[in-house]
């Protein structure tokens, strides 16, 4: 895949990934946009997050709640003006909720690699970055960090452009 409209956003908790991602996609915008969320709100404080994102977005965003399958949203839309998905990483988070077999995960995100090979708009990923930090100390924590380093390099393999937010500052570094 070539990435022509592919932009892969990464960084750490609260460095502003979301709200970079969403701006770069506001200014591609026109009037099929396509916000897909990944995440499963189990508890006050995570619906209190989306509702605070949701309210971030113009609301020209029409909102899909795929935790799972993200190849299929995203062929689902081929025709949108852009697409945004935020984010990879509970994304991946879901997938281990469902599949105990790694391959199992990693077919899904080889899917979510053609899907975008599929796309005639901008597609924008949020993931974050996970692996800076120390070693888990329990085996289902270092799958999922190992996990998501293994999605992010693919995305941004599947990239034509890759920011790194750091601090709220947009680092390009593809």
């Known amino acids: 895949m070539d990435g022509r409209e592919v932009h892969f956003v990464l960084g750490g908790c609260r ?3 979301s709200s970079h991602a969403l701006a770069l996609a506001d200014a591609r915008t026109g009037e099929k946009n396509i916000f897909v969320a990944t995440c499963m709100p189990a508890d ?3 619906q209190a997050r989306v509702v605070r994102h949701q309210q971030e977005r113009d609301p020209k965003w029409q909102t899909v709640e795929e935790p799972l399958e993200l190849a299929r949203v995203i062929r689902e839309h081929l025709g949108a003006d852009v697409i945004l998905v935020d984010c990879l990483t509970l994304w991946i988070s879901n997938l281990m909720a469902r599949y105990e077999d790694d391959d199992k995960v990693m077919e899904q995100v ?3 690699g053609r899907a ?3 796309t005639v708009c901008p597609v924008f990923l949020v993931s974050n970055e996970v692996g800076s930090g120390i070693v888990p100390e329990n085996a289902m924590a270092r799958r999922f960090r190992d996990l998501a380093g293994f999605v992010n390099q693919h995305a941004a393999r599947c990239a034509r452009r890759v920011t790194w937010m750091v601090a709220g500052i947009a680092v390009e570094i593809k």
Do not use: Q, V
């Open 116 to 118: 975008l090979g599929e």
């Open 15 to 17: 460095s502003g990934k």
């Open 110 to 112: 080889e899917d979510l």
């Open 44 to 46: 006050e404080e995570m």
